[in-house]
């Protein structure tokens, strides 16, 4: 019977380890999701993004503290668009209503959007856009379908038709491109969760003292809990564990 | 005993409530391991009232600022994260201990007589826990709060006459609004909490009163040695006290695991949709509940006409009232009624499977398996009385098995 509720209990313990170590990641390309990338996508989402997309819940001091970047170094390469303020947060330049006259609807809030969506579905969606005239903007994208947004990262990625023809190549190559892409997915995934790192960093040490303490526990309750077994073995009868309580009481 | 220590117990019975809750309350030796949930239980109460209270100093709720309110917690307020992930992973942590806790009250037959009663107020205590847990989904107003707060409250709308008015009063107007925010916090911080945490006291006053069940089923007041002290019985301080300390350990270090390395549990500990501010004009594909309460949605969608499914979720909800009464055998540990033990089991399987198909899109290829699961839900209630007066049974030892 005991040995069945050990068996159980590892079971659980590992189901839930496999769990917790099949996190939200990309298959392709092979990517890893720490600062360095996260500060690779902010600059790259300033670039090419942030014009029109806010990640208001972010204010750009964050990135001082979770990052470990410097406030020039955001300033500089990631407080791009003109009037943002380094304590407010991610706002972009383009207003409401230029929004609604150029692609019908405003921009989507990308505080939250990788929490909501999944790190896999952005990547994939950023890179499903295909060419197709008759669409006002040009543009149609395979997860998406009838997108307002243009595919403004065609440039660097090259432009497919919908069976993946290529009609002009892009002047990233491939793998670069897709490295990119997955960066700036990295850095939206850290402003839908940015206590990631702290998080990760004092976990462990939190799990390490419970550990010790449950150890420790253990072998406290075994103390105690020798004179139950003895009892048990020399089948006596009498007070003893009522005299041990009271004694401790 | 000390000076003060006199002094406080002439004017209040601190030692009397020391030995009758510990020192001189005998529980049986023989505890396993799910004999630590209860404990657990009442810790993650605790947590739940204090991380609960750190996040409503921080809210508002209003439908404007709600869903901000939280992610300026999230975002800008120093811990934030931590007491947010605490209180909302806590929730699954307190249902997943609740199914354990009540599961071996299945399992070893503790809901039997003399302790019907301590069932039935457990029972209560786990249907408002599923009161106080809707109650804090809405609050966060993210969408899916929002249209789970719209569906929910529309199953009040089947109350005969008064339905309609009702829905009016719980929402405080037409829709889910502000007027609903805080009338929802009131509920989920102060009513339903007070009730819980009184039900609570109730469930541990009636448990002393009885005694504690075991694994074997045997009642260890039957055999007691010269001292009045039940054989099998070992004072539960220390003994229990120290081996919940260990438990105490190990839940929180697999808590801690959850709260810093996977807090959304990948959206099952904390939804996906619930990441979308709430948008009456955008209405969900599908507003499934969380997956501690997706059994009975389950049930309920398993008929199709609106009523009749609301009456199966209601009768499922209710059923286990009557387990004391259902149950005929005089055995009541399933280490002994083999035939039992296979019908838990059975159940078991069946409840988890209608968790998981009330996550799943309402497609008619599920209608199957919700309607094969509400009917080996309902059939455990119905074939319990037949099968427990004729089962066979092994023999019951005299004296617990350590």
């Known amino acids: 019977m005991r040995k069945t509720w050990v068996g159980a209990l590892a079971g659980t313990l590992v189901s839930l380890g496999l769990g917790l170590a099949q996190a939200d990641t990309l298959a392709t390309p092979s990517y890893t999701f720490d600062k360095p990338t996260v500060i690779a996508g902010a600059k790259l989402f300033a670039e090419h993004c942030s014009a029109c997309h806010a990640v208001s819940s972010l204010r750009y001091s964050r990135l001082a503290v979770d990052l470990g970047m410097t406030k020039a170094e955001i300033k500089k390469d990631v407080m791009l668009p003109d009037g943002a303020s380094y304590l407010q947060g991610m706002e972009p330049t383009m207003t409401p209503a230029d929004a609604k006259a150029w692609f019908g609807l405003p921009a989507p809030n990308l505080s939250h959007i990788v929490r909501a969506t999944g790190a896999r579905w952005v990547y994939t969606y950023l890179t499903s856009f295909y060419w197709d005239p008759q669409r006002p903007s040009g543009w149609d994208n395979h997860v998406f379908p009838n997108v307002a947004m243009p595919n403004i990262l065609a440039p660097w990625g090259g432009t497919y038709t919908k069976d993946g023809k290529v009609l002009q190549a892009g002047v990233e190559p491939k793998a670069a491109y897709d490295q990119q892409v997955a960066d700036i997915v990295a850095f939206l995934r850290y402003a839908s969760d940015p206590s990631v790192f702290e998080r990760r960093a004092i976990g462990r040490y939190v799990i390490g003292t419970l550990v010790l303490l449950s150890v420790l526990a253990y072998f406290l309750k075994k103390e105690y809990w020798k004179d139950v077994h003895d009892k048990d073995e020399t089948a006596a009868k009498g007070g003893d564990a009522k005299n041990k309580g009271a004694k401790k009481a | 005993m000390s000076k003060f220590g006199d002094w406080l117990n002439e004017r209040f019975p ?389």
């Open chain 2, 14 to 402: 601190a030692r009397e409530m020391m030995r009758e809750h510990l020192t001189e309350y005998y529980a049986p030796k023989n505890f396993n391991i799910l004999y630590y949930t209860g404990s657990l239980l009442l810790l993650m109460i605790v947590l739940q009232f204090i991380s609960g209270f750190l996040l409503m100093a921080h809210y508002v709720p209003t439908s404007k600022d709600a869903f901000d309110s939280v992610q300026g917690i999230m975002y800008d307020t120093k811990w934030g994260w931590l007491i947010r992930y605490m209180h909302v992973d806590g929730v699954s942590l307190i249902f997943i201990l609740l199914y354990l806790h009540m599961g071996r009250g299945l399992l070893y037959g503790s809901y039997r007589k003399p302790r019907e009663l301590l069932w039935i107020i457990g029972y209560v205590i786990y249907i408002m826990m599923m009161g106080e847990a809707f109650f804090g989904y809405i609050l966060p107003f993210g969408n899916l709060s929002y249209w789970a707060g719209q569906v929910i409250t529309s199953i009040i709308h089947a109350v005969p006459f008064i339905g309609p008015g009702l829905t009016t009063l719980v929402r405080g107007g037409a829709g889910v609004g502000t007027a609903t925010l805080e009338r929802f916090l009131a509920l989920h911080a102060v009513l339903w909490f007070m009730i819980i945490a009184a039900l609570i006291v109730l469930h541990i006053l009636a448990l002393h009163q009885v005694g504690s069940n075991n694994p074997d089923g045997i009642e260890i007041k039957k055999l007691k040695g010269a001292d009045g002290i039940p054989l099998d019985g070992i004072p539960f301080h220390p003994y229990y006290t120290v081996k919940d300390v260990f438990g105490v350990g190990v839940f929180l270090a697999i808590f801690a695991a959850i709260i810093f390395y996977a807090p959304t549990m990948h959206g099952v500990f904390l939804e996906r949709t619930t990441f979308f501010r709430a948008n009456p004009m955008v209405s969900l594909p599908d507003v499934t509940p969380p997956w501690y309460l997706a059994p009975y949605y389950a049930m309920l969608r398993a008929v199709p006409n609106k009523y009749e499914g609301i009456i199966l979720m209601a009768v499922a909800i209710v059923l286990p009232f009557f387990l004391p009464w259902l149950d005929r055998n005089p055995v009541r540990s399933s280490r002994y009624r083999p035939v039992y033990k296979t019908m838990i089991i059975v159940m078991a399987i069946t409840f988890f499977t209608l968790a998981w198909v009330g996550e799943q899109p309402p497609l008619p290829k599920y209608f199957l398996i919700e309607r094969l699961g509400a009917a080996i839900y309902i059939g455990f209630y119905v074939l319990l009385p037949i099968i427990s007066s004729i089962e066979p049974t092994k023999k019951v030892p005299e004296r617990v098995r350590s």
